[in-house]
């Protein structure tokens, strides 16, 4: 059986283009709709929106690139050739960034000053890359004669793009993941964390995919293969806000007595647990059910055990503040003190209250 991508056509490429491309658009924009009406708008989503930019020049770049070669002058051509090449690095490698600002922005101490000088390095792999297409194009410059000019990148860029795309993608697996071990979560809340940094994965295999489409076929099948690999890198960028986006609307949908608190790093899952909590009592009363007074003020006793403020643990606070007072000011007679202050608390309480 004949493998479709054999026999690929313009049309079927033009098309994914066009459509990933809308799909990675729409999905950053709203991801940086949700990040400035919730006012958390910062660099992750500034590389989000700066690599939704390169990903529209480097569509337009495929589209005249697809076209009748005979549409277009010989430098026009040139320039595409070299345009295509330089923004697939320039996209994949800018979500690459705000993925890893994505980890960064909730990241501290140590790990955090790792992480941006794993940034650095990224900015120096993309730099290495780009020139690489300059030395390995520019060392063979026969292909500049074709009449639909692709320049062929070879072996070694394949390999480089293999090693740094896997090494890189790595980094934004793991890093996660040390990360969330050390927060307070749930089993499940760590794995679903987890889960989403590891889509990461995703853009690997395209990445894998794209280096043996370079090796075996080149041509149209090359260009297919990067189209896919720009453009699922940015919707990966997006996904955990995207994400964290659905889980909020259903946590303010829903009515359950208990939130799932994927936002938990914001204010908005505690308003949520209140909703829910009073969307239970109405419910409770509706069905004529007693409904228990809250305790809004209780004691950790000796054995680890609860109980509720009584009326008498009043006045033990009052000697607790007086005593902690009188230790403050430094009186010479604390017992005399302390003694005085109870017998004219006394005398201002009734019988029954004593």
């Not at 749930?186 to 994965?201: N, Y």
């Amino acid at each position: 059986m004949t493998s479709p991508i054999r026999h690929l056509k313009v049309e079927d490429v033009r098309i994914v283009n066009y459509v990933l491309t809308a799909v990675a658009v729409v999905v950053t924009c709203i991801r940086l709709g949700d990040r400035v009406r919730t006012a958390r708008f910062w660099w992750d989503d500034v590389w989000a929106a700066f690599t939704m930019l390169l990903l529209i020049v480097f569509m337009a770049a495929v589209e005249v690139h697809l076209q009748d070669p005979a549409r277009h002058s010989a430098r026009i051509k040139l320039i595409i050739a070299y345009f295509c090449p330089h923004f697939f690095y320039a996209v994949t490698w800018s979500a690459r960034t705000s993925i890893l600002l994505t980890i960064i922005r909730i990241s501290q101490g140590t790990l955090r000053r790792v992480l941006v000088g794993v940034g650095v390095l990224f900015g120096v792999t993309w730099a290495i890359l780009f020139s690489q297409v300059w030395w390995v194009c520019e060392g063979n410059p026969a292909w500049k004669k074709e009449s639909n000019p692709q320049c062929p990148l070879g072996l070694d860029v394949a390999i480089a793009q293999v090693i740094t795309d896997v090494l890189s993608d790595a980094i934004l697996v793991f890093a996660p993941i040390r990360l969330v071990w050390r927060i307070r979560l749930t089993g499940a809340q760590k794995i679903r964390v987890i889960a989403i940094f590891s889509t990461t994965l995703v853009s690997t295999a395209i990445s894998l995919n794209h280096a043996y489409f370079v090796l075996k076929w080149g041509g149209l099948q090359e260009a297919l293969a990067a189209v896919m690999q720009c453009c699922v890198s940015l919707i990966v960028a997006n996904l955990s806000v995207i994400i964290a986006l659905i889980f909020r609307i259903s946590t303010d949908a829903d009515d359950m007595t208990t939130v799932p608190s994927f936002g938990m790093f914001s204010m908005e899952g505690m308003g949520s647990t209140m909703r829910s909590y009073m969307d239970w009592e109405r419910r409770q009363a509706a069905a004529g059910a007693a409904i228990k007074p809250g305790i809004t003020s209780t004691f950790m006793t000796s054995n680890g055990g609860v109980r509720r403020r009584e009326a008498g643990d009043e006045d033990d606070d009052e000697d607790a503040d007086f005593d902690s007072k009188a230790s403050r000011d430094g009186s010479v007679d604390t017992e005399a003190n302390i003694r005085k202050h109870k017998k004219d608390r006394s005398l201002t309480h009734t019988p029954e209250e004593v």
